[in-house]
């Protein structure tokens, strides 16, 4: 009875493992058969998220194929495995694009929004024109007219840093009070007092600081002075009192 008893629990035993055998054997072969699915999923998707719109905003001075060719973007490349921060690095090594914002829209769009840098004026270096923004960046070089109406900055950035930078200063002030449209031509250079100003071949001493109130003390005397038809030297604006130093015609 004993001998049967217990070969009875042994066959119920091994009934057991078997059973637990299949049991694991199951649960394994499902989570094998989810995880292969998902890669195929993947890789299907993968292959049907290719870039086919790329839409691009914000330009002005750049078009549409220098921005994809800065960008190193292509019809076809997988949007999934496109690093935005990569693109983004690429855009900003051109020196016309501020700021950049990237968006990917699925299945197959990235967007790309530019803020462009806004040229400022032209910077007269060693012979050359260049064109430089509003922080003093240089664009690119000038070698025709097309913006020659932009005040021109006799001052190397290099060798008098501050001046440089107190001349941008001044052109803002001058673009605020209405200078800027009002003249042909505006040339800004540098003296040991300061910054000297031509507008329009009138020459003006104006040196650091206060350049709005300056400005406004000058267009207050301009027409004044073309109304008497007084040849002037400079007008020295340095001052609480303006300095008018006519010019000194030679008697014959």
Known sequence: MRSRAKKKKAAYRGSERVIRFLRYGIILVSIAGVVLLGMFIFRVSAGLM??????VTGNHYLDRQEVLKGAGLYDGMNLLKLHLDEVDRRLRQNPWIKRVSLKKRFPYTLMIRIEEARPEALLSLHGRLFLIDDEGNILQEIRDDVNRFLPVINIDPERNHKGFKESLRLIDALD????LDRSNSVEIGLEPY???LKVDGEAIKIGYGGYRKKLRRWMELEPELRRMGMEIQYVDLRFKDVVVKPLNIAKK
């Open 176 to 179: 605020e009070s209405g200078l």
């Open 194 to 196: 300061g910054l000297f």
């Open 50 to 55: 290719t870039l086919r719109q790329i839409e």
